[in-house]
């Protein structure tokens, strides 16, 4: 599976839009760009994943430019629930069961 | 519908010690997975369960053993605990045994190893 690249920590202020960015120069064309959070001492939780198309649902939107080498998660109107790590993921559909984390980024929402 | 479920949510042993982590999902999912956490880190797989049957090594396997006593149950053992397994330990199922889709986490055992 590619490697990913996230900033260590972000801030965002609440009610405003968090846009976490991941870099994933080295994405092959059969990859899927995946997107979990964990909340401090919980498991993690599934969020969005896309190939190359632009997705959304009732969590977030996940943009991938044309190029597919880097993604945008988008939280559009974040809350204080929403401080947590971040974690972009990159994964072929045949690399079996494998879901490797990285260190992801750390989002916290401030009042 | 409880989702993924683990027991227990915390554990302490003594080195040497042995113990099953237990997991289990009331979702008719066919892929089921541990992982362990430690601090700062991300999360590391340890084995996985395609399907009922099946187990195949992860990442960091060694010092544990696996059964996928059924098509909901998923366990985890400990022969001889060390305290390099201090960890939180997850477990996760998903619905297709192929890599893809999202896979749904339990809430974590915290282990302590002294």
């Known amino acids: 599976d590619a490697k990913t690249t996230q900033p260590p920590s972000m801030d965002c202020a609440e009610g405003r839009a968090a846009n976490l960015p991941c870099n994933h120069s080295?994405?092959?064309?059969?990859?899927?760009v995946y997107w979990y959070r964990q909340i401090h001492s919980q498991g993690p939780q599934y969020i969005i994943h896309?190939?190359?198309n632009n997705e959304t649902n009732e969590m977030a939107s996940l943009i991938i430019t044309e190029d597919r080498k880097s993604s945008t998660l988008i939280l559009p109107h974040a809350t204080l629930r929403d401080t947590a790590v971040y974690y972009c993921?990159?994964?072929?559909?045949?690399?079996?069961?494998?879901?490797?984390f990285g260190e992801g980024t750390q989002l916290t929402v401030n009042p | 519908n409880a989702g993924v479920t683990q027991t227990p949510k915390f554990q302490v042993l003594k080195t040497g010690q042995s113990m099953t982590l237990q997991c289990a999902q009331d979702?008719?999912?066919?892929?089921m997975y541990w992982y362990r956490q430690d601090p700062g880190m991300g999360l590391r797989l340890i084995y996985y369960?395609?399907?009922?049957?099946?187990?195949d090594k992860g990442e960091v396997p060694n010092g544990y053993n696996v059964s996928r006593l059924n098509k909901r149950e998923f366990s985890l053992r400990l022969e001889s605990a060390a305290p390099s397994q201090t960890s939180v330990y997850f477990c996760?199922?998903?619905?297709?045994?192929?890599?893809?889709?999202?896979?749904?986490f339990g809430p974590g055992t915290r282990l302590t190893v002294l």
């Open positions: 896309g190939l190359k």
């Open positions: 996760a199922s998903k619905k297709g045994g192929g890599a893809y889709g999202e896979q749904f």
């Open positions: 979702m008719n999912h066919n892929s």
């Open positions: 369960s395609a399907s009922e049957g099946t187990t």
């Open positions: 993921i990159v994964r072929e559909e045949t690399s079996g069961s494998r879901l490797t």
């Open positions: 080295t994405i092959s064309g059969n990859e899927y």
